[in-house]
């Protein structure tokens, strides 16, 4: 595994959380994930793909930075920082947060299997 295939994985997740592609965002999570959000909650990949399926989650804007990536063996540890904009359920997110994301190599495929997320001030 390349820290190249993981830049690459992670511009292709995020494009697809912006546009909300359900179809991408599918292949991208593992079925197993387990997501914890800044509010202590943890998600799975079904609760995540309802959010976009059903237009409640919103992205207005969203850039990546300080990103480090550690691979170790099959898998790969991405932190990340990300400047979000949008809207869940009409209420409106704004702010700075900082990600970990997990990615296993499943034989052809890369797929998040767990990841957490922290507001920053």
């Known amino acids: 595994m390349k820290t190249e295939t993981i830049v690459n994985a992670e511009i292709e997740l995020l494009t697809a959380i912006k546009k909300a592609d359900v179809l991408v965002l599918e292949k991208m999570l593992h079925d197993d994930l387990l997501f914890n959000l800044p509010d202590g909650n943890t998600i799975t990949k079904e609760f995540d793909l309802d959010s976009y399926r059903s237009g409640k989650i919103k ?44 990615w296993k190599q499943f034989d052809e495929s890369l797929k998040v299997i767990a990841g957490s997320c922290v507001a920053l001030q």
Do not use: M
């Open 59 to 102: 992205i207005d804007s969203l850039e990546a930075s300080d990103q480090i990536i550690n691979i170790i063996g099959d898998t790969a540890v991405v932190a990340v920082t990300i400047s979000l904009k949008g809207a869940f359920n009409n209420d409106p997110i704004s702010g700075v947060f900082r990600y970990v994301r997990v």
